[in-house]
Each structure stands twice: as C-alpha cells, then as structure tokens.
C-alpha cells in the first residue's frame, strides 16, 4: 500500500476532502525561481483537493494518511498515458494505410477522441470499495486542526 500525509479539508458523508500534505519532490530552492516551480504556480494556482474514502470518521483539519492500494497506481498510468498513446499509433497508423498522410492525422485525433471518451466512461464505472483511496489512519498533529 502505497501512503501519503494529508490534511482534511472537508467532509461529505463518507467522502473525505484532502489536501496532500507531502513534500516536494525538489526542496533545493524552496520554489523561488526554477521552472518547475513556475509551471506549479501557473497550473495549480490552488491546492488541489481530492476525494476519499472516510471510513475512520475522521474530520475537518486532521492531518491524516491516505493509502492507495498495490496496483491502483500502475493500472492508473495504464489507462491515463499507455491505453492513449497505444490508441493514437494504431489509428494514426490505419489512417495512414487507408488515406495517407492526411490519414494519418485524422486517424491520430480519432484514436485521442476515442480514448478519451473511453477514459471517461471507466471513470464513471463504480470501483470496488477496495480499489480507491482510503484514509487509513490520522496523521501527526491529528489534534492540532487548522482553520480551512
């Protein structure tokens, strides 16, 4: 199980709210001029909040830790990067056969669209219970809530 600190943000009858709380992959400079940096400030201007599964009733501002189950993350990068970019070749690839160049163009973005709307469609599917991420336990400072 892979975890990660998080803090609660809120809470939706049996959906948590979190921030996560982990630290950066790149602390050499503490954000102040690299383009990482820059890229995270224009992109995520706000903290992204994510739901979760609240099953220790834990409540606004806990510091909890958040667990991902063995497996979640691969089948994630599968479906979000490999399922795509596996889809874009062999459109494009099939345009390209049938009609040529410009083919192979429209068989590229026909092959994104239909990725597309299949990621969708599995994102919308019911995961078992066991398949998403869980808050597992409260973190450190679980006592000290913060306003938020």
């Known amino acids: 199980m892979i975890e990660t600190p998080a803090r ?10 979190v921030v996560s709380e982990a630290p950066s992959s790149c602390g050499a400079c503490g954000g102040k001029g690299c383009g ?15 739901p979760v599964a ?6 606004d501002g806990d510091a ?6 063995d ?4 089948r994630a990068v ?3 990067y490999v399922a795509p970019l596996l889809a874009l070749v062999l ?12 083919g192979a163009i429209l068989g590229g973005l026909c092959g994104l669209l239909l990725a597309a709307f299949w990621l969708r ?10 398949a998403g991420p869980v808050i597992l336990r409260l973190g450190e400072n679980a006592g000290c809530r913060t306003a938020g």
Do not use: K, M, Q, T
């Open 8 to 17: 609660v943000r809120r809470v939706d009858g049996g959906l948590a709210w």
């Open 36 to 50: 990482s940096s820059l890229f995270a400030r224009v992109w995520h201007a706000r903290e992204a909040e994510y």
């Open 78 to 80: 599968l479906a979000g």
């Open 71 to 74: 497996g979640a993350l691969a």
């Open 64 to 69: 909890v830790v958040v667990g991902l189950p």
């Open 91 to 102: 459109c494009a690839a099939a345009g390209r056969v049938a009609f040529g160049e410009p």
């Open 54 to 59: 609240n099953p220790i009733g834990a409540r």
């Open 121 to 130: 469609r599995r994102n919308r599917r019911v995961a078992p219970a066991n």
